[in-house]
């Protein structure tokens, strides 16, 4: 027999053209062999399986539990926001949805197993969550909880206490220790399944998933990596500490009693254009724009300066910078010179801005820095392949041709 790897890249092959989402979503996460995973888990941009329990699956079983972890994915169920840090109970109330809108084989637990009643049946993540989260409750309480809402269950709850224990206690432990062990926030990862989902869109590429699951993944999707909310935030971090107490302008909360603040319109930032090759002058254009429209109150100096492999032009107004652009350069790119000059007149700007497609070597930055760095990619791709170095250094995102 095939080993697992073989057989899941023959899985894959297949899928490429009958279920295109899964083979899409499957190829956007790293597959990886790990003889200490109970069976196959997912987070962290990774699907890891054990390869003993593989070899005991037939190829029916083993592309059903694939399948899972993959459907699993699109819902978010591994990146979102946790209403807890209870890997258990994220990893129950998963296991739930995806067997309540298809019934995978391989997976444990839905909502007949804890639930008599219909109005249990194909509900939300957050809602198994929570449900669930009060059944472990009277379960690890015995039942007793005195003076909470729990302290009075309805008679369906308790009758079926053994048998949740039960159905618990089979994987309950492992369950915890693996199951949702990866499990955490990435807005990155989050990005690619938005646009993985869109390519299912326009293309009707859903394969053989039911109705039902398919408008569950429409549901999970996430906005967009929004590049204004995260100039505007960084807007805020180096104008705040230029807010100085004034006695002619009132407190917001308190009147004339304390005195109000205003701005000192004293901050700088210096913004580095990276004029490399790959970097097109229309690209550059939009950059002038979007930034100057977010940092044009509160701010004293917005100074723009070229660079490649070294610093191309002296710091010019960005005003006057975007009136007739010139590029200087076109070489191959190093930050460190933009990085060096930039803390060698920390004194002189508060916060630095740097365009650029991000392939470059990593620069070393000074941690008190790194609070003050932005980095703004040309380009969603860009984006994808270097957000994770830029994101230890600083913020990040991405601006595309017409400002999306």
């Not at 210096?270 to 790959?278: P, Q, R, Y």
């Amino acid at each position: 027999m095939a080993n697992a790897a073989e057989r899941i890249k023959a899985i894959s092959e297949k899928w490429f053209i009958t279920e295109p989402l899964l083979f899409l979503t499957l190829v956007s996460h790293k597959l990886l062999e790990n003889a200490g995973t109970y069976s196959i888990r997912c987070g962290q941009g990774r699907i890891e399986y054990n390869p003993l329990w593989a070899a005991e699956r037939n190829d029916i079983r083993l592309e059903e539990a694939l399948k899972a972890e993959l459907v699993r994915i699109l819902l978010r169920h591994p990146y979102r926001k946790s209403p807890s840090n209870d890997a258990e109970i994220s990893y129950i109330a998963s296991n739930i949805v995806l067997n309540e809108h298809y019934s995978f084989p391989e997976l444990k637990f839905c909502s007949k197993d804890f639930w008599n009643d219909a109005g249990h049946r194909k509900k939300s993540f957050e809602f198994y969550y929570r449900e669930y989260a009060l059944i472990k409750r009277l379960d690890d309480s015995g039942g007793e909880e005195g003076g909470g809402v729990m302290a009075v269950s309805d008679e369906e709850m308790r009758g079926a206490a053994t048998d949740r224990r039960g159905a618990r206690d089979d994987v309950l432990e492992n369950a915890a220790l693996w199951g949702a062990a990866l499990w955490g926030n990435d807005e990155f990862i989050n990005e690619k399944l938005n646009e993985i989902v869109r390519q299912a869109e326009q293309n009707a590429f859903w394969g053989r998933l039911p109705g039902a699951l398919i408008e569950e993944i429409r549901a999970a999707q996430k906005p967009e990596l929004d590049w204004r909310a995260v100039l505007s935030g960084f807007r805020r971090t180096v104008i705040a500490e230029k807010k100085v107490p004034t006695r002619f302008k009132p407190s917001r909360r308190w009147g004339f009693m304390y005195m109000g603040q205003k701005y000192a319109f004293t901050t700088r930032i210096l913004a580095g254009i990276d004029v490399s090759g790959s970097i097109e002058k229309e690209d550059i254009s939009l950059f002038y724009s979007c930034v100057n429209r977010f940092f044009r109150y509160g701010i004293e100096a917005l100074d723009a300066v070229q660079f490649d492999s070294e610093l191309k032009t002296e710091p010019l107004p960005l005003k006057k910078a975007r009136l007739s652009i010139v590029i200087h350069g076109r070489g191959g790119t190093n930050y460190q010179p933009l990085i060096d000059y930039f803390s060698d007149n920390a004194a002189h700007y508060d916060g630095l801005i740097i365009f650029t497609d991000g392939f470059a070597a990593v620069p070393t930055v000074p941690p008190r820095a790194a609070r003050k760095l932005l980095w703004i990619c040309n380009g969603k791709e860009n984006y994808f392949s270097n957000h994770e170095w830029m994101e230890k250094l600083g913020r990040c995102c991405y601006i595309m041709p017409g400002g999306g």
